[in-house]
C-alpha cells in the first residue's frame, strides 16, 4: 500500500469520467493534461494529433471561448486571450515585421496607441495615424507607407467615430494590406466587421463579451491560417487566458443580444436628452440623426450601442464637477458592464496624450464618456441631472 501523501494525490487529482455533456463548458482548472504514453504527448504537443498537454498552449474552456466569439463573428477560427491587449499585440505582431509602418487610425483607445508608439516603435515599427473618415488620407498613408496593416476601431475610444468598415477594407486590400479591427465597443451583436471584409477582429473580451464587469479577457478571430500564424505568440508570449475567466466570459455570452438591445434603447434615449441641456456643448452617438456617423452607422451596425460621450461647455473643471456628483453611475475605467460607467477620457483611459495629441485625436478637455449600462433610464437621467448641476455650479 503506498503511503498517505501518494494516496491523497492520486485520490484528489483522479478526474471523473463524464459520458454525458454538461449543460455549460465547465472549468478544466489543470495546468497539465497527461497522456496513455509518451508518444502521445509528443503527437499532442507537434500537433499531428488533436489534444491538450499544456494549458498556456491550449486548454479546452478557453478553446471554446475562442470558438464561441469566432462563431458569433462569423470568422472560421479564434483564439481567446488573458486581456484585450494582449490579443491586440499578438494579432499585430503576427502580420509585422521590423522596418515596416503601420497605418492606424487616429483616435484609438490610450494604452493601444502605447503599444504602437512606445513599444513596437523601440523594435522598429514605426505608425502613421490617420483620420477614419478620410478615405484620401487612409489611401495616400498606406500608398506612402506601404504598411501590412490598417488598423481601426469600429466605434472608437472615446470619441464614438462610426468607421466606414467596408470601404476601409476596399482600400486596405487595394494596397495588399490586411484589416485589423478592434471591435470591443459595437461587439458580435452590433457589428461583424469579417462579413464587410475585415482580415482580423479583436475583442477586450472584459466588456461587452462578458458584460458583467468582473473577469478580464480578450479575443481575436480570423481565417483559419492567419489565427495559426497567431497561436505561437500566445503561446512563446504566455498571453494565455484562465480557464475560471473564459468560464466567466462564457456565462456573459449567451445574454449579448439582450444585453446590447437595453444598452442601446437606453443610451439613445440618454443621448436625445443630454442633447438638449443647458452646459452641453455636443453628445457623440451614431444613434443621434444628427451625428456625422450616423449615415455609416445605419448601414454598418445592427444596435447602436451602449457607448456615448458627451462636451460640457465648461471643459476639465466642469468635467470633473459632473463625475463626483454622479451617485448610480461608476467613477472607472471600464466600460461595456450591467453597471454605468463615466469616465473622463483625458485624465483617464487617454491619460498617456499630452494636451496636443489629444486635440489631435478630436478629445476636448471637457469630453466625458459613458458606458450606458442596465439600470432604469429614470434613475440614469436623474443622475446625468445631478451632474449637469454641479458642473454648471462648479463653472458659473
Ligand atoms: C476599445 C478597447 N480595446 C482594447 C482594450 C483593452 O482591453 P483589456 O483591458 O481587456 O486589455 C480596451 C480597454 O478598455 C478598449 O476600450
Request: with cysteine.
Amino acid at each position: 500500500m503506498s503511503g498517505f501523501s501518494t494516496r491523497a494525490i492520486k485520490a484528489a487529482t483522479t478526474a471523473p469520467k463524464v459520458d454525458q455533456i454538461p449543460s455549460s463548458v465547465p472549468i478544466y482548472q489543470a495546468a497539465a493534461f497527461s497522456t496513455a504514453d509518451a508518444a502521445e504527448l509528443g503527437d499532442v504537443l507537434t500537433g499531428a494529433i488533436p489534444g491538450y498537454a499544456y494549458s498556456r498552449i491550449d486548454n479546452p474552456t478557453t478553446a471554446a471561448l475562442g470558438d464561441a466569439v469566432a462563431a458569433l463573428e462569423g470568422a472560421e477560427a479564434g483564439l481567446a486571450f488573458a486581456t484585450g491587449m494582449a490579443a491586440i499585440h499578438a494579432t499585430i505582431v503576427s502580420v509585422v515585421r521590423a522596418g515596416q509602418t503601420i497605418v492606424a487610425t487616429k483616435a484609438v483607445y490610450g494604452t493601444t496607441r502605447d503599444l504602437l508608439v512606445r513599444i513596437l516603435s523601440g523594435l522598429g515599427i514605426a505608425t502613421e495615424f490617420v483620420d477614419p473618415r478620410d478615405p484620401a488620407a487612409v489611401d495616400a498613408a498606406l500608398a506612402r507607407t506601404g504598411a501590412p496593416i490598417l488598423y481601426v476601431e469600429t466605434i472608437s475610444n472615446p470619441t464614438i467615430v462610426v468607421s466606414d468598415l467596408a470601404a476601409l477594407a476596399t482600400v486596405a486590400h487595394s494596397h495588399g494590406a490586411l484589416l485589423l479591427v478592434d471591435n470591443t465597443f459595437a461587439s458580435p451583436y452590433g457589428c461583424r466587421p469579417i462579413e464587410l471584409g475585415a482580415d482580423l477582429v479583436m475583442h477586450s473580451a472584459t466588456k461587452y463579451i462578458s458584460g458583467h464587469g468582473d473577469v478580464l479577457a480578450g479575443a481575436v478571430v480570423g481565417s483559419r491560417d492567419r489565427i495559426a500564424a497567431i497561436r505561437p505568440i500566445l503561446i512563446d508570449v504566455g498571453g494565455a487566458l484562465a480557464p475560471l475567466a473564459a468560464f466567466l466570459v462564457l456565462r456573459g455570452l449567451p445574454t449579448l443580444a439582450i444585453r446590447m438591445e437595453r444598452h442601446t434603447q437606453t443610451a439613445l434615449e440618454l443621448a436625445a436628452w443630454l442633447a438638449g441641456q443647458d452646459g452641453v456643448e455636443r453628445v457623440h452617438y451614431p444613434g443621434l440623426p444628427s451625428d456625422p456617423s450616423h449615415e455609416v452607422a445605419v448601414r454598418q451596425l445592427h444596435v447602436f450601442g451602449g457607448m456615448l460621450a458627451f462636451e460640457l461647455t465648461g471643459g476639465r473643471e466642469a468635467g470633473r464637477a459632473f463625475l463626483d456628483a454622479m451617485m448610480v453611475a461608476e467613477r472607472t475605467a471600464s466600460l461595456g458592464a450591467v453597471r454605468t460607467i463615466t469616465t473622463a477620457p483625458p485624465s483617464t483611459t487617454h491619460r498617456q496624450l499630452d494636451a496636443a495629441a489629444l486635440r489631435e485625436a478630436g478629445i476636448a478637455p471637457g469630453l466625458l464618456r459613458c458606458s450606458v449600462g442596465l439600470e432604469d433610464v429614470e434613475d440614469l437621467r436623474a443622475d446625468f441631472e445631478l451632474g449637469l448641476a454641479a458642473a454648471r455650479a462648479a463653472t458659473s
